[in-house]
């Protein structure tokens, strides 16, 4: 492998090459006791206790970008998907589809990343699988995981959620849409927005024993504006958010006023969504400004009697509504 | 969603088409009790058994093929190769990248023929994801699974394999190689050939009980010839491939001969390869032909002390050495 530079199709035909590639860039870096490349499938003992598990698929252009990359967010993704959930993260699978031409160097640091993100939320990586696209398909690559995790708190539901509760977020909205979206351009704007691409598991895990908490969620794509509708359609109630509250960056707002994009529709890839009972939303703020990535927690909204709609109060006074997202402001986002 | 017949950007922005492209067309296909579309994570009961996890991706070219699509092979595969494993499929999780542009009915076609392939094998989808990726990105779809399931029989392994043991075959080798090929291109032959996508869980099921049996592995990538590698790799052992009792339909080795391929090399889809004590074979062998995709099942080889390394014994005597497969016949197979 190492008189090649480039991924080829030969790494993607199951031969020598493909064993060369899972074995000195993916084992040697994901793998553990739990990771044996030679089977077709790991062995795992998993207690009989409740499990969950999910799955995403990763896309983003470019793959690599400020403050993250493909590698990173799709550990982040899934643990925090499980996160959301009330479960503490523990295995992971990976599939990768890596473009014909992407350069070793690019793949390996990918691979890095992703590696140290999985050792920092305490997940092994169990199973794995590679292939390869002709060039000009699979932009650079993209990678499945699928995450197991122990519920820890079993029964936050947006369909707990009801009229009186309040909505935490635990930090600026939008800053991964825009890092992302100014990674792709020649602005000399670059550099002043970083992807906020992170683990919530911290913040997660600090308030599941919070007995008011009804609900959390990451608000990836489609933004803290898609959290508030799936929350108004499962509670059949109206949310009302208040734009003077919610946490945007000064360069995620000038970028957004400037090619007229709405922060709250934007992906954040390490921020936290709660939903809880209004005289417990102080403990929640308290314990998430103590955590990593919580400095600048705020109650930004809450659930109202009423038709199941989003509001946004707006800063001056008036108010709007926030309709579901229609058409894609910024493809390929995560 | 049914004012558009393809898939465009915004069904995979998060949003309002997003939620309406899984609930219509794959939450109907593929829910059941543990598939909930509103949550990040599905919640499942895993007794305390030993699991066994497993990951594929799938890129075939083109996404449907006589004998099957793309859908039918990403459930197959996975399935396959918990069946190997000698552990009985329970859960799956799919995600999917799916190309702007992707027709509905195709789409409709390829998640019916997925559903229809779970059924069959008796697993259900706990958790999905689906992402679009821009014309011309994503070859149609790309599918990735990964695959819980239940040990039933867990000593099963490349490395008990030793010299003295047997190698068989469950039915003809490179149908599911040629097929999709011929499927690529406007030959004549096409229709000839039926790729042999199936599931091998019948046939693994049946002998997962024989004392003697070492090993299972489905061919796929790579073929016959790249399994032999992995035995006589795991063995330290010989491993002699014997031409004459290696069941290779006519049209498959017609079209071979005509275009210099080696069916040893091509994948096939629905085999499984057995290693076996060398007096259980013939057990193994009969309770394949008893069994759904068995009928053709043939002894093909047998592992040797000697150097790690693939013979085949000619049908005219001789023998040649089976390189390990380094340029690929034939990208984007499975």
């Not at 077709?40 to 403050?67: C, K, N, Q, S, Y």
């Not at 398909?137 to 947006?158: E, K, Q």
């Not at 933004?223 to 508030?228: E, L, Q």
Request: with cysteine; aromatic share 4%.
């Amino acid at each position: 492998m190492h008189d090649a530079e480039r991924i080829t199709l030969a790494h993607g035909n199951g031969g020598r090459r493909t064993r060369e590639l899972i074995d000195e860039i993916f084992a040697t870096r994901l793998g553990g006791p739990d990771l044996d490349t030679e089977v077709d499938a790991a062995r795992l003992r998993l207690p009989g206790d409740d499990w969950a598990v999910t799955v995403d698929g990763f896309t983003v252009e470019p793959i690599e970008f400020p403050g993250g990359d493909i590698g990173a967010l799709a550990v982040h993704g899934t643990v925090n998907d499980l996160s959301v959930s009330g479960a503490e993260p523990v295995h992971l699978s990976v599939s990768a589809f890596l473009e014909e031409g992407l350069e070793f160097e690019v793949l390996v640091r990918l691979v890095d990343s992703f590696a140290r993100a999985a050792k920092e939320a305490g997940v092994t990586v169990v199973a794995g699988d590679t292939k390869v696209v002709p060039r000009g398909h699979g932009g650079g690559a993209y990678f499945t995981t699928t995450g197991l995790g122990r519920i820890v708190r079993g029964d936050l539901s947006a369909k707990s959620v009801r009229p009186g509760d309040v909505i935490l977020v635990s930090g600026p909205v939008g800053d991964h849409g825009i890092a992302v979206m100014l990674a792709r351009e020649s602005f000399d704007l670059r550099g002043d927005v970083r992807s906020d691409c992170a683990s919530v598991l911290p913040l997660c895990k600090t308030v599941w024993d919070v007995p008011g908490l009804r609900f959390l969620r990451d608000p990836t794509r489609g933004g803290i504006a898609t959290v508030a509708h799936e929350l108004s359609r499962a509670a059949r109630a109206t949310v009302r958010l208040r734009e003077a509250e919610i946490p945007v960056r000064d360069p995620v707002r000038g970028v957004c006023e400037m090619l007229g994009y709405d922060p709250y529709y934007l992906a954040c890839e390490g921020r936290v969504v709660a939903v809880v009972a209004p005289d417990e939303a102080d403990v929640v703020l308290e314990r998430w400004r103590n955590a990593d990535g919580g400095a600048d927690a705020r109650l930004i909204g809450r659930v109202d009697e009423g038709p199941a709609r989003v509001v946004l109060e707006t800063s001056i006074g008036g108010s709007r509504i926030l309709d579901e997202l229609e058409d894609d402001p910024l493809p390929r986002i995560c």
